[in-house]
């Protein structure tokens, strides 16, 4: 299982919006004789690439799957009935698969076929990588990054607005991978008018595919942004559509009035905090968060620590709510 994880991490950035999968087939002989990942759209999933890749040595055998294998047809045949075909004998599962048009039915039709199934093998692991799928097959919305970049004094820019670098290469380099793996960036206008954004994904080697550039209101003529998609209206609906959309992560990047009312709102899934050992040194400055906060400590947000990554000189922090 610990296989078909690094499989399916090693396709996080190019499946979307289908799910990053990995499957390992291992011989009625104890040896692994295929795996595969989740391709891109409309590419074969990793049960179907992992079953071509064993042959004839995958009947009796077992396959080691990260995700419950899909019941329904959609750009392909149905997993579960080409694992039933391939003759595997049982089926190792990570973590039962949200999407209404799946959640159980896949594990029932192995079951149904006398395949014997094992569910919640590696469970956490699994579901975390899984963290935006999830969410949006639970909740219809994506599943929000919000990510900023700031100086151990919280300050996201100079009082002149100036905020090129507060961070060094590696976490900018980081951040870049972070867009690749999202399905869109998201900014409000007034980043782009002063800051003038492109907001591609730039990674080597290049990545498969560009997400989506999103603006809240209308970004002026010649922006380097455009074309991009132009959203207004409250935030929870923009969040409602873009999920109908199929953005599965959504990447926000500023500003700080964007920031702030995703905050207040409860809507963040993850924060991804880039902290540099600089500081501006005094009360001016562009705050993380624009507008009101907690008024007392009795008030204050408090999440925890997922993650804290070196990045040169600097720090990455995922926070998530507590």
């Known amino acids: 299982m610990r296989r078909a994880i690094e499989l399916a991490r090693g396709v996080r950035a190019e499946t979307s ?71 595997i004998a049982r089926v190792v599962v990570a973590t039962a698969d949200p999407d209404p048009r799946v959640s159980g039915s896949g594990c029932e039709r192995l079951r149904r076929a006398g395949v014997e199934v ?41 009082p002149d607005r100036s905020s090129r670098w507060i961070t060094g290469e590696a976490a900018r380099a980081d951040v870049q991978r ?76 500023g500003g700080a009035h964007v920031a702030g009312e995703l905050h207040r709102l409860g809507l963040v899934d993850r924060y991804v905090i880039y902290l540099a050992p600089a500081m501006l040194g005094g009360e001016d400055g562009v705050p993380m968060f624009a507008g009101p906060g907690a008024a007392t400590m009795a008030n204050v947000w408090r999440g925890r620590f997922v993650g804290v990554t070196p990045l040169g000189a600097d720090l990455r922090l995922d926070v998530e709510p507590a």
């Open 178 to 253: 972070l867009r690749a793996e999202s399905d869109a960036v998201m900014v409000g206008a007034g980043t782009v008018r002063s800051d003038d954004p492109e907001l591609t994904a730039r990674t080597e080697p290049a990545p498969t595919r560009q997400p989506w550039r999103v603006v809240l209101g209308r970004a002026p003529a010649g922006a380097r942004v455009l074309p991009a998609l132009e959203i207004s209206g409250d935030l929870r609906g923009v969040l409602d559509e873009l999920g109908r959309r199929d953005v599965l992560q959504l990447l926000v990047e």
């Open 17 to 87: 919006p289908n799910p990053w999968v990995g499957c390992v087939v291992v011989s009625a002989d104890g040896a692994l004789v295929g795996e595969g990942a989740t391709a891109p759209p409309p590419g074969a999933h990793a049960e179907a690439s992992a079953l071509v890749a064993a042959g004839e040595r995958a009947r009796g055998g077992t396959a080691v799957v990260t995700l419950e294998p899909c019941s329904h047809r959609g750009r392909t045949p149905p997993c579960a009935d080409s694992l039933i075909e391939a003759g």
């Open 118 to 158: 094992r569910l919640g093998l590696l469970e956490e692991e699994a579901r975390a990588l899984l963290r935006p799928y999830i969410v949006h097959r639970t909740t219809g919305r994506p599943f929000v990054v919000l990510k900023l970049a700031v100086t151990l004094d919280g300050r996201l820019a100079a």
